[in-house]
């Protein structure tokens, strides 16, 4: 198999600068195995795989350890590359992605794009949030990330999370 993978450096004029992410034009999808293997081996915070579909494209990341449902910097790393390295004419374009359809345009200053909103929501703590934080919340929010509030500064700073008990969570991350 011979793909092609651009490394475009996010939110940056220059070579080096900016948020890294690897970019990698698929003419169909391939595995999910494989999709994480290549992730796992650029090595970056995200890789972005990307198939034409319908008038857009269907759009994925990946970190090296697992797919996660949206990404930001290696979203306008995949619209770069469609627009300047693939000739896409269009002045905007959409992805299909988990979160939703996303819209990037592009003008003589750059790039914009439309983002989800995350709406936070109150839940009930998770048993195994408490037991990775070692605390038990005054109250927690969800939307991608769980949102926990605690008592005081000091309980913050007094934090020794278990991250391997984080990583099992159903959700992206955590806020303390």
């Known amino acids: 198999m011979n793909l092609k993978i651009y490394q475009i450096d996010a939110f940056a004029n220059r070579t080096f600068e900016g948020n890294p992410a690897a970019v990698c034009p698929l003419n169909e ?20 795989f990307f ?42 374009l959409l992805l299909n992605t988990k979160s939703g359809t996303l819209k990037v345009g592009r003008s003589d200053s750059g790039y914009s794009m439309s983002f989800p909103a995350s709406h936070l929501e109150p839940v009930d703590t998770p048993v195994r949030l ?14 991608f990330d769980y949102i926990v509030i605690v008592e005081s500064q000091a309980q913050v700073q007094a934090l020794s999370p278990d991250f391997a008990t984080l990583q ?3 959700l992206r991350g955590v806020v303390v």
Request: net charge negative.
């Open 29 to 48: 999808w391939i595995s999910d195995t494989l999709l994480q293997q290549i992730a796992a081996e650029n090595n970056l915070s995200e890789t972005a």
């Open 51 to 92: 198939v034409t579909e319908g008038n857009g494209f269907a759009l994925r990341w990946f970190t090296p350890e697992s797919e996660v449902d949206l990404c930001g910097h290696a979203t306008l790393a995949a619209a770069h590359v469609i627009f300047k390295h693939l000739g896409y004419t269009n002045e905007s």
């Open 130 to 143: 408490k037991e990775a934080l070692g605390i038990t919340p005054i109250k927690t929010l969800a939307a």
């Open 168 to 170: 099992t969570l159903d």
